[in-house]
């Protein structure tokens, strides 16, 4: 809608014409406070068909209400923003200073020249078309910002994530191992962490290709998940065909269970492995460090452990499991000539 015009009776027709000579349809009248609040529904409820016009034209002139009317359009949430010229017999500074305290965007004075106000007319719509404008933009960059936003949290997450494996990444394995080792150590819990090897990898890739074994590490981590049932739990992609497992709330019983079912979930996965040396099929070996509540080993400490019993493991022949408090040395066992 465009104007709508709370004014005398007897000033009306003289209001019309000026507004169809200036090239303006689209306008209401209204001539009383309760027509008014009927029209722009100000005691009601917001609904779809609620009046919203471009600009308000108020005659001050006509009772005492025009001026409550001008507090409560300038009080409303629809029509807060949408300008008012003020109409007025007077041209008082008292007159001016207070259409100008409720808001008024211009001010004129009757009679009404035609001239004068088309003018101010066009003015005050120029400005609301403003208004709209800015508002729009701002709408359309908190939109873009919201949209930027999302986009940097899933980015966020994709940074996180292996692009092979589909299983959480070495970034996010340290993120999490040090934040899990936070409330292992506040509510003074076990944590338990594997590191899992696919046996004889590189022999695999060498038999059967590059995109095979993409996809035997693909299915590796799915049985890994598989084997994995609190939301606490973590597979991650530690680094080629090695994964780690972290379980927050573990202790060494618990992790030996989880090991064992992970290795026997591989094993009944029958991946062939023919250039293997223990199988005919994939296995993993699979080093465990648990640490107990009275322990307060950082995350270097207990990869450093989990990664000397999968060294042990493999250096036991493959497809074990190795505990690290079971080692009689802490000590790196030197390399025995095996492809890994």
Avoid: W
């Avoid at 003289?14 to 008014?36: A, M, R, T, W």
């Avoid at 899992?196 to 095979?212: A, I, P, S, W």
């Avoid at 989880?258 to 223990?278: D, F, Q």
């Avoid at 460090?289 to 990869?303: A, F, G, H, K, Y």
Wanted: charged share 30%; with cysteine.
């Amino acid at each position: 809608m465009g104007i709508f015009i709370y004014i005398n009776e007897t000033e009306k027709s003289l209001v019309q014409g000026i507004l169809q000579k200036g090239g303006y349809d689209d306008f209401i009248f209204c001539s009383n406070p309760k027509e008014l609040e009927e029209k722009l529904q100000l005691n009601d409820h917001i609904s779809t068909d609620t009046l919203l016009p471009d600009l308000f034209i108020i005659d001050l002139s006509i009772d005492r209400d025009a001026i409550k009317i001008c507090s409560d359009l300038k009080e409303h949430i629809l029509y807060k923003d949408i300008p008012f010229i003020a109409l007025s017999d007077s041209s008082t500074q008292e007159t001016f200073q207070m259409a100008f305290a409720f808001g008024a965007a211009d001010f004129i004075v009757k009679p009404i020249r035609s001239y004068e106000f088309l003018s101010r007319i066009r003015s005050s719509l120029k400005m609301k078309h403003e208004i709209d404008r800015r508002k729009s933009r701002e709408r359309e960059l908190l939109e873009v910002t919201r949209q930027l936003t999302d986009l940097n949290t899933v980015l966020n997450r994709l940074s996180l994530i292996d692009s092979l494996t589909g299983v959480p990444n070495r970034r996010c394995f340290d993120q999490s191992l040090n934040q899990e080792l936070r409330i292992c150590k506040r509510q003074k819990s076990s944590l338990s962490l594997l590191l899992l090897d696919v046996d004889y990898f590189k022999f695999y890739n060498d038999t059967y290709g590059h995109q095979e074994g993409d996809e035997c590490l693909t299915s590796v981590a799915r049985s890994i998940s598989s084997c994995l049932r609190r939301p606490t739990d973590l597979t991650a992609r530690y680094g080629g065909e090695e994964f780690a497992i972290i379980l927050p709330g573990t202790d060494l019983e618990g992790a030996k269970f989880v090991a064992e079912k992970i290795r026997h979930a591989i094993k009944i996965s029958a991946i062939p492995h023919s250039s293997s040396e223990v199988s005919d099929l994939l296995t993993v070996s699979i080093g465990v460090v648990t640490r107990s509540p009275e322990n307060d080993s950082d995350s270097q400490t207990l990869i450093a452990a989990a990664d000397a019993a999968l060294y042990k493991a493999k250096e036991n022949g493959r497809n074990c499991i190795v505990v690290a408090s079971d080692l009689i040395s802490n000590d790196k066992p030197s390399d025995d000539g095996k492809a890994s």
